[in-house]
């Protein structure tokens, strides 16, 4: 292999290494519906960021990257549907590594969120 098919291939495999490498070890927030209901918007309130999830349809997963939070704390969310809450609620943020950090959030069919850590 010469000297410019080697750059061109370092060129290539360093921004899919890197980004792929992101994916595995930043901290992400999930949203999977498993209603047959379209919602507007689900809020993540997190000890220094907020992430706003919507719309959010019938049957279907999000998935958002967050910053870390570097320290614990409690969070909230709430689900909206035609600017009201439908359902919302508090969950501790414990302290511990960040990295690969998976926040999921399950909306069932009664319109009920349940978060898993």
């Given amino acids: ?9 370092s060129l290539f495999s360093v921004p899919l290494t890197i980004g792929v490498v992101y994916y595995f070890i ?11 209901t379209e919602y507007d918007e689900l ?3 997190l ?3 907020r992430i706003s999830f919507g719309p959010i349809e019938a049957q279907s997963s999000s998935t958002i990257f ?4 570097h ?11 035609e600017s009201s809450e439908i359902y919302g609620n ?3 943020y414990a302290e511990g ?6 926040l999921r959030f399950t909306i069932d069919s009664n319109g009920q969120v349940s978060v898993n850590d």
């Fill in 97 to 102: 590594s960040e990295i690969g950090r998976i």
């Fill in 26 to 36: 930043s901290p992400k927030a999930i949203v999977s519906n498993l209603s047959d």
């Fill in 47 to 49: 000890p220094s960021s």
């Fill in 66 to 69: 967050y910053s870390r939070q």
């Fill in 1 to 9: 292999m010469n000297r410019k098919h080697k750059l061109i291939a």
């Fill in 43 to 45: 809020i993540i309130s």
């Fill in 71 to 81: 320290r614990p704390g409690m969070g909230t969310y709430s689900l909206r549907s």
């Fill in 90 to 92: 508090n969950f501790p």
